[in-house]
């Protein structure tokens, strides 16, 4: 059976997604699964049943779905998983999504050199090593491509109690442009989505974080949050996010490039 969705149809492409185990990278592989491209999902060796289930679905639309495992934190294993990834699924390789990201809550005051260090190798160091590396493989392919990252509405405004975090997707939205710039000449278009308050484990996380920082109830952190910021009046699921990433993959977005762009339900205003 193959369920293809309405907005194109991307067969013979491949789109690689690190993080694709849960939440928001496991939304954007289904997606695009949908869209028609074959899957490679790099995650950690802990990710494994979790990633096997995604690409049991994927295969279930009639698509090829592979799982690579890589900690985004070592460049060779990001480097491996590419080159896997063109072995099994073809040199077809057209998008790629550095979604993969942690966020560890804590005043300033208390982060230590290793907790930062730590943040800082897998959402900046993994995400630019990423966009490397794919974008070496789509140059010599001669196709063009598509590369997406995983910005945040903190690539604009970073909160209290994240503040390495914020300062990782900050950055992010920087390497997007100057990516973006580098790589117009060879049809790849760089952009990064920009998600608010999405309803993944990640979010739990910090909702048990702050909770504990706050003296609050678990649950509480968030709630509050989803009903002061944002104006649509529910919280963010992963699909939300897919949804933008699939459009600025598809032709609909031909025009578009060096964006971190958000979407959250108004949780920036
Ligand atoms: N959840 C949100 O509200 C939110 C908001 C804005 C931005 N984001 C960003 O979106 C991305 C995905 O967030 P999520 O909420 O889905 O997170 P999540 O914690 O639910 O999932 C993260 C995935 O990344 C994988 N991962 C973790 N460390 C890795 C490593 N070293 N190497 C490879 N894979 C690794 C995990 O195994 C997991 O599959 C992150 O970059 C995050 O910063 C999330």
Same mark, same amino acid.
């Given at each position: 059976?193959?369920?293809?969705?309405? +907005?194109?149809? *991307?067969?013979? @492409?491949?789109?690689?997604?690190?993080?694709?185990? !849960?939440?928001? %990278? =496991?939304?954007?592989a289904l997606?695009?699964?949908?869209d028609?491209?074959?899957?490679?999902?790099?995650? +950690?060796?802990? *990710?494994q049943a @979790?990633?096997?289930e995604?690409?049991?679905?994927i !295969?279930?639309? %009639? =698509?090829?779905?592979?799982?690579?495992?890589?900690?985004?934190?070592?460049?060779?294993?990001i480097?491996?998983?590419?080159?896997?990834t063109?072995?099994?699924?073809?040199?077809?390789?057209?998008?790629?999504?550095?979604?993969?990201?942690?966020?560890?809550?804590?005043?300033?005051?208390?982060c230590?050199?290793?907790?930062?260090?730590?943040?800082?190798?897998?959402?900046?160091?993994?995400?630019?090593?990423?966009?490397?590396a794919?974008?070496?493989?789509?140059?010599?392919?001669?196709?063009?491509?598509?590369?997406?990252?995983?910005?945040?509405i903190?690539?604009?405004r970073?909160a209290e109690?994240?503040?390495?975090?914020?300062?990782?997707?900050?950055?992010?939205?920087?390497?997007?442009e100057?990516?973006?710039?580098?790589w117009?000449?060879?049809?790849?278009?760089?952009?990064?989505?920009?998600?608010?308050?999405v309803?993944?484990?990640?979010w739990?996380?910090?909702?048990r974080?702050?909770?504990?920082?706050e003296?609050?109830?678990?649950?509480a952190?968030?709630?509050?949050?989803?009903?002061?910021?944002?104006?649509?009046?529910?919280?963010?699921?992963?699909?939300d996010?897919?949804?933008l990433?699939?459009?600025l993959?598809?032709d609909?977005?031909?025009?578009?490039?060096?964006?971190?762009?958000?979407t959250?339900?108004?949780?920036s205003?």
């Amino acid at each position: 059976m193959t369920a293809l969705s309405s +907005i194109k149809v *991307a067969l013979g @492409r491949t789109a690689f997604i690190t993080g694709g185990g !849960q939440g928001i %990278g =496991r939304a954007i592989a289904l997606r695009l699964a949908r869209d028609g491209h074959d899957i490679s999902i790099a995650d +950690i060796p802990a *990710a494994q049943a @979790r990633v096997d289930e995604v690409v049991k679905e994927i !295969q279930s639309y %009639g =698509r090829k779905a592979i799982f690579v495992t890589a900690d985004v934190r070592e460049p060779k294993q990001i480097y491996a998983a590419v080159e896997e990834t063109v072995e099994k699924l073809g040199p077809n390789l057209f998008v790629s999504v550095a979604n993969a990201g942690v966020t560890q809550v804590k005043p300033l005051l208390e982060c230590t050199p290793e907790f930062m260090e730590n943040e800082i190798r897998i959402n900046l160091l993994g995400f630019m090593n990423t966009h490397i590396a794919a974008a070496r493989q789509m140059v010599k392919q001669k196709g063009g491509g598509r590369i997406l990252g995983a910005g945040s509405i903190a690539s604009y405004r970073t909160a209290e109690n994240l503040g390495p975090y914020g300062a990782t997707k900050f950055a992010v939205r920087a390497f997007t442009e100057a990516a973006a710039r580098e790589w117009a000449q060879y049809g790849i278009r760089v952009n990064a989505y920009g998600p608010g308050i999405v309803d993944t484990p990640m979010w739990d996380h910090i909702d048990r974080e702050l909770a504990r920082i706050e003296g609050i109830d678990i649950g509480a952190a968030k709630e509050i949050r989803v009903k002061r910021d944002i104006k649509l009046g529910r919280i963010q699921q992963p699909e939300d996010v897919a949804k933008l990433v699939s459009f600025l993959v598809s032709d609909e977005g031909e025009y578009i490039t060096g964006q971190t762009i958000k979407t959250c339900g108004g949780a920036s205003l």
